[in-house]
């Protein structure tokens, strides 16, 4: 004896024949298979509710991703509209971001005030490019000096630059 059940699976079609042997010799391996059928059937569904999770999560990062690059450059066109020099660096001491004053002002070093560069980096550079006037002639002790002043800032700070 055979049936046939039509189902609908998100909009598509799946049809599920089986038979049903009556004599006890078969009726075991019948049984088997109609199992293995039953679990494969069950797992494609699984397999397919989990891709379109994954689809719907995929999904879902790259929205927020997007919307996080938005974010980013709404903040540095912000940013980059302050008339005085900003830079801002992370706990290791790398550029995180700067506007175009900040290299305005440093233009002896512009070429490598870039994302992820220290400001160790920037400063030696500007030292052996004569960019700081008070550090010729002692230049490695001016460079610990102006570290340690980055690292525990106390209020206003001038710093004269060689273009005056």
Known sequence: M???????????????????DTTRQHLLGSLLRSNHIAIGFMASLIIMALGRALLRHSKQLFEQRKAAELAEQRLKLAIDTIPEGFALYDADDRLVLCNTAYKAVYATTADIIAEGVTFEQVLRTGVARGQYPS???REDEWVAERL?????????????????
């Open 2 to 20: 055979q049936e046939s059940y039509f189902g609908h699976l998100d909009k598509l079609p799946l049809t599920v024949i089986f038979s049903v």
């Open 135 to 137: 550090a010729i002639g």
């Open 148 to 164: 340690a002043r980055h690292r525990m800032p106390v209020g206003p700070f001038e710093q004269k630059i060689d273009d005056g």
